[in-house]
């Protein structure tokens, strides 16, 4: 079966950098689009990033130009590089399948 296994998440200062990893297993990796997605408490889960079978990216326009996303098909993983971290990007970040299947989470916190 699909799984979806995130790590990386924790606590950082506004401005510091954070990376999560995500492993996948269960499904032909490189067929299928990747996603990071975000939920803050009280709010509905959002888009983050999204990676293409063929390697096109895309962001949510927060997150532009601080947040890199990445693929590697052989080691069956999708990374997010995340740098000049804020206060309002605390939340859990979750790993998806082509918004099918989704991992349990991670929690990231940025304050001081």
């Known amino acids: 079966q699909v799984q979806l296994v995130e790590s990386g998440g924790g606590l950082v200062q506004p401005g510091g950098s954070l990376r999560l990893s995500c492993a996948a297993s269960?499904?032909?990796?490189?067929?299928?689009?990747m996603g990071w997605y975000r939920q803050a408490p009280g709010k509905q889960r959002e888009l983050v990033a999204i990676i293409s079978s063929g390697g096109t990216k895309n962001y949510a326009e927060p997150v532009k130009g601080r947040f890199t996303i990445s693929r590697d098909n052989a080691k069956k993983t999708v990374d997010l590089q995340m740098n000049s971290l804020k206060p309002e990007d605390t939340a859990v970040y979750y790993c998806?399948?082509?918004?099918?299947?989704w991992g349990q989470g991670t929690q990231v916190t940025v304050s001081s």
């Open positions: 998806s399948q082509a918004g099918v299947h």
């Open positions: 269960g499904f032909i990796f490189r067929s299928y689009s």
